[in-house]
């Protein structure tokens, strides 16, 4: 593996509209005083600071290979590192290559999923695993079109696995890096809720032309948003490129536009769900549904997430009022 590899802490959304993009300060051909080019300086200072600071995570080792980075870019995404962790080092055990994933019902991949939550992940990265030993012979391709046309990897995956675990040059747009490139180039606090083409466009215009480089620029802005430029409480004094950042030198302006979206789960029906998905979990036969019933209080609330269980594939239901992890 040509280059490190670093988690994403959430995927990003669909672009929307080039109106909704807020006001560029800044261009990545603007120059400081000595007359570098701003680009070139944030890759500089970013990358210097990410040599001396990454984290030593199992899925940005060598012996990671392509499949361990897929594998944490499908559990990283909305989780935070520390809950997957144990989950992926377990993972790997078990299914060292996707062709070992492959070979179990696709229900196992949800069991050992465990309480990282957004379960669906499970079901898309074992139906990947199928795909890769069906059509690429077990191995994870490395051409980011076929990446892209395995069930269940949007662009986000695709690039990521295409720059961090094969060192190629694409711009990798999650939560994190969309925060410090809103922050450092366009001076504003947060990004919009959703991904721009704008932002897009300016990744591009951010991206070093030599490969390995830009890998190297992918792994390491990801890493300044996720344990400095971060959502909240943000250390700017320990930020490499604060003398640059466009937010800073404004004043740091708070943020006045949409909302931002924040999570609820207490009471949702994402709670229940998860809930009904642990008894499953842990039974290794058909549960009645007299035991699923015991886990939420609310009737209609909890038919209802039974309901989306079974049609997101989570849950199979049997005759006789029973359900199970699906086989098939």
Same mark, same amino acid.
Not at 74 to 92: I, K, N
Not at 169 to 186: C, E, G, K, S, W
Not at 235 to 253: D, E
């Given at each position: 593996?040509?280059?490190?590899?670093?988690?994403?802490? +959430?995927n990003?959304?669909?672009?929307?509209a080039?109106?909704?993009?807020?006001?560029?300060? @800044?261009?990545?051909?603007?120059?400081?005083?000595?007359?570098?080019?701003l @680009?070139e300086?944030?890759h500089t200072e970013?990358?210097? %600071?990410f040599d001396d600071?990454?984290?030593d #995570?199992?899925?940005?080792?060598s012996?990671?290979?392509?499949?361990?980075v897929?594998?944490?870019?499908?559990m990283l995404q909305?989780t935070?590192?520390s809950r997957?962790?144990?989950?992926?080092?377990? %993972?790997?055990?078990?299914?060292?290559?996707p062709?070992d994933?492959a /070979?179990?019902? !696709?229900?196992?991949?949800?069991?050992?999923?465990?309480?990282l939550?957004?379960?669906?992940?499970?079901l898309?990265?074992?139906?990947a695993?199928?795909?890769?030993t069906?059509?690429h012979?077990g191995?994870? !391709?490395?051409?980011?079109?076929?990446?892209l046309?395995? !069930?269940?990897?949007?662009?986000?995956? *695709? $690039?990521?696995?295409a720059?961090?675990a094969?060192?190629?040059r694409?711009?990798v747009?999650?939560?994190?890096?969309?925060?410090?490139?809103?922050?450092?180039?366009t @001076?504003v606090?947060y990004?919009?809720?959703a991904?721009?083409?704008a932002?897009?466009?300016? *990744?591009?215009t #951010?991206?070093?032309?030599?490969?390995?480089?830009?890998?190297?620029?992918? $792994?390491?802005?990801?890493e300044?948003?996720?344990?400095?430029?971060t959502?909240k409480?943000? +250390?700017?004094?320990?930020?490499p490129?604060?003398?640059q950042?466009?937010w800073?030198?404004s004043? /740091?302006?708070?943020?006045d536009g949409?909302p931002?979206?924040?999570?609820?789960?207490?009471?949702?029906?994402?709670?229940?769900?998860g /809930?009904l998905?642990?008894?499953?979990r842990?039974?290794h036969a058909?549960?009645?549904?007299?035991? #699923?019933?015991?886990v939420?209080h609310?009737?209609?609330?909890? *038919?209802?997430?039974?309901d989306?269980?079974?049609a997101?594939g #989570?849950?199979?239901?049997?005759?006789?009022?029973?359900y199970?992890?699906?086989?098939?």
């Amino acid at each position: 593996m040509t280059a490190p590899t670093l988690p994403p802490h +959430s995927n990003s959304s669909a672009p929307a509209a080039d109106t909704d993009a807020p006001p560029r300060i @800044g261009t990545p051909t603007d120059t400081d005083a000595s007359g570098s080019p701003l @680009g070139e300086i944030l890759h500089t200072e970013v990358i210097a %600071w990410f040599d001396d600071h990454a984290r030593d #995570l199992p899925w940005r080792r060598s012996d990671a290979g392509a499949w361990g980075v897929m594998v944490s870019e499908f559990m990283l995404q909305q989780t935070p590192v520390s809950r997957v962790l144990p989950v992926y080092e377990q %993972w790997l055990a078990r299914w060292p290559r996707p062709a070992d994933l492959a /070979k179990e019902a !696709p229900g196992e991949a949800v069991r050992a999923w465990g309480r990282l939550g957004y379960p669906r992940r499970a079901l898309r990265l074992h139906g990947a695993a199928l795909a890769i030993t069906e059509r690429h012979g077990g191995d994870v !391709p490395d051409d980011h079109a076929q990446l892209l046309a395995l !069930p269940g990897i949007g662009e986000y995956t *695709a $690039a990521a696995v295409a720059s961090f675990a094969y060192g190629q040059r694409h711009p990798v747009l999650d939560t994190n890096v969309r925060r410090v490139f809103a922050r450092a180039v366009t @001076g504003v606090q947060y990004p919009p809720n959703a991904t721009t083409a704008a932002e897009r466009r300016l *990744a591009r215009t #951010l991206l070093p032309e030599d490969e390995r480089t830009a890998a190297r620029w992918a $792994a390491a802005s990801m890493e300044l948003g996720a344990l400095v430029c971060t959502a909240k409480n943000e +250390s700017c004094h320990h930020c490499p490129i604060a003398a640059q950042c466009a937010w800073r030198l404004s004043g /740091k302006p708070a943020h006045d536009g949409p909302p931002r979206r924040g999570q609820t789960y207490a009471g949702t029906d994402r709670q229940v769900r998860g /809930k009904l998905l642990a008894v499953l979990r842990d039974a290794h036969a058909p549960v009645p549904q007299t035991s #699923l019933d015991r886990v939420w209080h609310e009737p209609v609330q909890r *038919a209802r997430a039974l309901d989306g269980l079974v049609a997101d594939g #989570l849950v199979e239901p049997l005759p006789g009022g029973l359900y199970r992890l699906p086989l098939t």
